[in-house]
């Protein structure tokens, strides 16, 4: 007889996540990208996902036989036109030997057939679930390539907040592909304040100029498609010089030494501003959810989560910095990283055997 496998499944726009647990609490993740494709736009990113749904669930159906599946959708893949709620019924039905699941802003897991329309952020309710186990008043923020999440915590519960950027839920800010002018439409070059040009350039491009070693670990943790070499250094480099408006070729004398300005040098300090402007984004948002529900500093736990949670998110936070929590001191990597997933199989599985469990009886990566 197989052993019941418990199946997270975290639809992002990078990555779609796939975690397991099963009866004797052994755990594994898979990952499978689809980042090559979201590059050709907004149709062929839902067309492939719906092909690498359907090729998921039907090789845990091959291998295990009848599955459970918990499936959440990210910030990104949140377009209002298309039909996640159709799209689910028409594969439960054409798959017999699947039974979905999803969970609610109640942070509830709610079987396929109960809904009558689906969450699109439905990742904030899997992280608010695993938060509510691990803060007792705080905030969790997971931070991924493109977008973070900011789940409030009061008094072990997780916080449900209105769907729209304006309540803090979630932002377009990202580790690696968020676009520069998402985070500041200006910078320094040559000693002044400028407009920046509508270049395309992302955090990775800053990241790599200010600390290539981080970025690296940061890419490798994320399974990250893109291959740092030489050539794409001197690429990324030259696409900031047209962010700031320059030419490698040219010279640019600085007035008060006589000298020529090291373009280098001019890079690397911009790229330091627009950095400073990310971290502030993040800053202000932790405030303003402080600030709306009243949470109480004196026991304020920040719980960092995510490719974000090792370097951007605690150069943000420093000044709360007696208040970080890395949630790897609970949850090792790559299960922390892909925390979504992660806790959507883990809430299935207390959901169905109606059971509480404690992280440390789970067999991390030992599932078969």
């Known amino acids: 007889m197989n052993n019941k496998k418990f199946i997270g499944l975290d639809i992002g726009a990078s990555h779609i996540k796939a975690t397991s647990i099963d009866e004797d609490l052994n755990v594994n993740v898979e990952i499978y990208p689809i980042w090559k494709s979201s590059l050709k736009g907004n149709i062929n990113r839902i067309n492939l996902m719906n092909a690498v749904v359907k090729h998921i669930i039907k090789e845990k159906i091959k291998k295990y036989g009848k599955v459970d599946v918990n499936i959440v959708t990210s910030i990104e893949m949140a377009y209002p036109s298309f039909n996640y709620l159709d799209f689910f019924n028409r594969l439960s039905q054409n798959l017999s030997q699947v039974n979905i699941y999803t969970i609610n802003e109640k942070f509830v897991v709610t079987p396929l057939h109960e809904l009558e329309s689906w969450a699109n952020l439905s990742v904030s309710h899997a992280l608010g679930y695993i938060g509510g186990k691990l803060i007792d008043t705080g905030i969790l923020i997971h931070m991924n390539s493109s977008s973070t999440i900011f789940v409030p915590v009061l008094v072990g519960n997780a916080v449900s907040q209105e769907v729209h950027y304006s309540s ?163 949850i090792p990597k790559p299960y922390c990283i892909f925390l979504e997933s992660f806790s959507a199989a883990l809430s299935l599985y207390e959901y169905i055997t109606n059971s509480k469990i404690s992280l440390h009886e789970i067999k991390w990566g030992s599932d078969k």
């Not at 200010?210 to 399974?223: F, Q, T």
């Not at 007035?255 to 202000?284: A, G, P």
């Not at 000044?319 to 890395?326: A, E, G, H, Q």
């Open 168 to 330: 803090g839920l979630g932002m377009w800010i990202g580790a690696l592909y968020t676009d520069i002018h998402m985070i500041s439409n200006e910078s320094f070059i040559f000693g002044k304040k400028s407009l920046i040009s509508p270049s395309s350039v992302t955090i990775l491009d800053i990241l790599l100029e200010l600390d290539e070693l981080s970025l690296k670990n940061i890419m490798s943790d994320y399974k990250s498609p893109v291959s740092i070499t030489e050539e794409y250094k001197k690429d990324s480099f030259y696409r900031l010089l047209k962010l700031l408006g320059c030419f490698p070729t040219r010279k640019y004398k600085n007035s008060r030494s006589d000298k020529e300005y090291d373009l280098k040098n001019q890079v690397k300090i911009s790229s330091l501003y627009i950095y400073y402007k990310l971290l502030n984004i993040v800053f202000e948002n932790v405030i303003k959810i402080l600030s709306d529900l009243d949470i109480p500093l004196n026991n304020l736990k920040l719980l960092l989560s995510g490719i974000g949670k090792d370097f951007i998110l605690p150069d943000a936070l420093y000044l709360f910095n007696d208040k970080l929590i890395d949630v790897e001191s609970y």
